[in-house]
């Protein structure tokens, strides 16, 4: 029937069997109610709770075509080894945002790139702005964070902890494909970084 069990031990849904039962106790036949009504109609069941909740739905996405799997408006090529997203998910990040969100300055790799705790899919359903942590509960780890380009078009990405240490990524053509070089450094208290490779 759906029932718990019940603390009355009189009752049939007490948590021990007992022989023989007389006859359902008033918990039992609350319990009952509670979920089917009573026999006449006049006492409705209990509502049911709403069901949870969908995450949100992509938008932005798509159909998807030669040269883009996933429909989000960036060939699979520079998906695969320019930004590092997946070419087959309109979405990598499962922020609610498809991954042309990198067009806006957002890393389509980081559901959160203010690390407020709140989604950038969120921020931008609710109108409040993904790049300031302006929402939810800072994580403390982070600091700052850039992902845009040097003066030659390559691949900036930079993250500034508390203390002001900094670390990150250059990202520049290679002669077999793009090249990652670590970077690290530290930013002052006016925010200037200072950054070298290894």
Do not use: K
């Not at 997946?86 to 969100?101: A, H, I, R, Y």
């Not at 407020?116 to 700052?144: R, Y």
Request: with cysteine.
């Amino acid at each position: 029937l759906g029932l718990e069990h019940s603390s009355d031990p009189n009752a049939l849904m007490f948590n021990e069997y007992r022989f023989p039962i007389e006859s359902l106790q008033p918990d039992d036949i609350a319990g009952i109610q509670a979920l089917y009504g009573n026999a006449n109609g006049s006492t409705p069941p209990d509502e049911v709770p709403p069901p949870p909740v969908e995450p949100p739905t992509v938008s932005g996405c798509g159909p998807s075509g030669f040269g883009d799997a996933d429909g989000d408006g960036i060939d699979d090529a520079t998906e695969q080894f320019w930004l590092g997203t997946d070419p087959f998910n309109c979405d990598t990040d499962g922020d609610g945002l498809p991954d042309s969100e990198v067009f806006s300055g957002l890393d389509p790799r980081n559901p959160d790139t203010d690390f407020d705790g709140v989604s950038d899919g969120e921020e931008v359903a609710i109108g409040s702005n993904p790049f300031f942590p302006d929402q939810g509960s800072p994580t403390g780890i982070v600091a700052g964070y850039y992902l845009g380009q040097d003066s030659f078009g390559s691949r900036l990405e930079i993250l500034v902890s508390p203390n002001g240490f900094a670390e990150g990524a250059l990202t520049v053509p290679g002669p077999f494909g793009p090249v990652s070089i670590p970077l690290v450094g530290g930013a002052d208290a006016l925010g200037q970084l200072s950054l070298v490779s290894y």
